[in-house]
């Protein structure tokens, strides 16, 4: 079984600053892919950022400049700085990963955790 949890997430204001983290944990045997979704309510999980194993990045268009994706490919753990943070980033956000398992290929996600962008 493999876990990813995130934390991190929480009320700020705009123009302020919040950095998620997601932990990856179980039986992995590698990881390919990292990234971040976010979702509202009545609309569709949108993609936030992805970083590969070999340190690419990509980010949606409404976020970049904003937001950071990085990680810690030892310790399988990976992070959304976000700064300059809008009330249109309020959203829930998910972690999401491309896991090697007994099983093979698996993509998981996290429980998500809340990001609220308010004065």
């Known amino acids: 079984q493999v876990q990813l949890v995130e934390f991190g997430g929480g009320l700020v204001q705009p123009g302020g600053s919040l950095e998620l983290s997601c932990a990856a944990s179980?039986?992995?045997?590698?990881?390919?892919?990292m990234s971040w979704y976010r979702q509202v309510p009545g609309e569709r999980r949108e993609l936030v950022a992805t970083i590969t194993i070999g340190g690419n990045t990509n980010y949606a268009d409404s976020v970049k400049g904003r937001f950071t994706i990085s990680s810690d490919d030892v310790a399988n753990r990976w992070y959304l700085q976000m700064n300059s943070l809008k009330p249109e980033d309020t959203a829930v956000y998910y972690c999401?990963?491309?896991?090697?398992?007994?099983?093979?290929?698996?993509?998981?996600w996290g429980q998500g955790t809340q990001v609220i962008v308010s004065s």
């Open positions: 179980g039986s992995i045997f590698a990881i390919n892919r």
């Open positions: 999401n990963a491309d896991v090697r398992t007994e099983l093979g290929w698996v993509d998981y």
